[in-house]
């Protein structure tokens, strides 16, 4: 894929919305390989029926780290 071959291993996430468009970009991109981190705080969820504790530990479960911003700087 495109990602690929660029060389890239690695896959920083921030959208709208964490619940749903979020949550299966970093699924799909866990699934194929990618280091994937999703960055909380640039992001904001639709949140039905508590559906953002349900995408992050669906996320959490496939390995997908999340994380503030501030960890991110150096």
Known sequence: ???RE???KRVFL?????DFCVLY???DACREGFETIVIED???AINLDES???ARRKMV???VSIV???SLIN
């Open 42 to 44: 640039a992001c904001r």
């Open 1 to 3: 894929g495109y990602l």
């Open 68 to 70: 503030e911003s501030t």
């Open 61 to 63: 479960n496939a390995g």
């Open 14 to 18: 921030g959208g709208l919305a964490t």
């Open 6 to 8: 660029r060389g890239l």
């Open 52 to 54: 953002l504790d349900m």
């Open 25 to 27: 970009s970093a699924l």
